[in-house]
């Protein structure tokens, strides 16, 4: 069984600052995958990053990094820079990497709001 | 550009109608999924289909059906609606068992009165 914590249901930022946005996993499996999804007002999903469990490097895309500590079972999103188009939800979700799209697990969110 | 359409994005319904929800993908991808998202609750798989007239459930199918007679499109069925059944319902697609990414619509918010 897979469950993802995200324990912030909200958060603000002032623009052009960095923020971070925390999940925290829990799996049996040994190999798995992560993921980060941004949801706008406009309601469409939109995919940022991804990382696998056994990739030595953190993932980066662009002003979106993800800060994974294994040991600590923690996966968080890092956006530097802050922009006003950065509002949004944010969804934190985890498979296995031997497993399908059908496995995937969603945390239950993170608003955030970056303030002008 | 990719795209997975919703029909709706607003729709109000009565408790006890039959309602459909219809999803259109652009992209020849062979897996479609079905989603309610619920403040707090997160994404949660409702049923999701593999291939044309193939489906399977999800976490939380009662209630629901699927249908999926083309490839691009697949339709959430509520076959009597009720008042738990308001949420915002999300479709998504994927090319391959294991996409790396899902690819979402825009939602439909769903009132049931």
């Known amino acids: 069984a897979q469950k993802i914590t995200q324990t912030q249901p909200g958060m603000f930022v002032q623009e052009k600052e960095a923020v971070t946005l925390d999940c925290t996993y829990d799996?049996?499996?040994?190999?798995?995958?992560l993921f980060w999804y941004k949801q706008p007002s406009s309601g469409e999903m939109i995919f940022l990053i991804y990382?696998?469990?056994?990739?030595?490097q953190n993932a980066t895309e662009g002003r979106y990094s993800l800060n994974f500590q294994k040991a600590r079972k923690s996966a968080n999103l890092v956006i530097s820079a802050s922009q006003l188009g950065d509002s949004a939800m944010y969804f934190c979700?985890?498979?296995?990497?031997?497993?399908?799209?059908?496995?995937?697990?969603f945390g239950s969110g993170t608003q955030l709001t970056v303030l002008p | 550009d990719v795209k997975v359409t919703q029909s709706s994005r607003y729709l109000v319904k009565r408790t006890g109608e039959k309602v459909f929800l219809e999803c259109v993908q652009d992209?020849?991808?062979?897996?479609m999924f079905w989603y309610r998202q619920d403040p707090g609750l997160g994404l949660r798989l409702i049923y999701f289909?593999?291939?044309?007239?193939?489906?399977e459930k999800g976490d939380i199918p009662e209630g629901y059906s699927v249908s999926r007679e083309k490839k691009e499109r697949f339709s959430l069925i509520l076959e009597s609606a009720s008042t738990n059944q308001t949420s915002m319902y999300l479709c998504a697609s994927a090319l391959g068992i294991r996409g790396e990414e899902l690819f979402f619509g825009s939602g439909t918010q769903l009132s049931v009165l």
């Open positions: 990382q696998g469990s056994y990739d030595e």
């Open positions: 799996t049996s499996d040994q190999s798995y995958g």
């Open positions: 979700a985890m498979r296995p990497v031997s497993g399908s799209a059908r496995q995937l697990t």
């Open positions: 289909s593999y291939d044309v007239k193939m489906k």
């Open positions: 992209m020849d991808h062979e897996n």
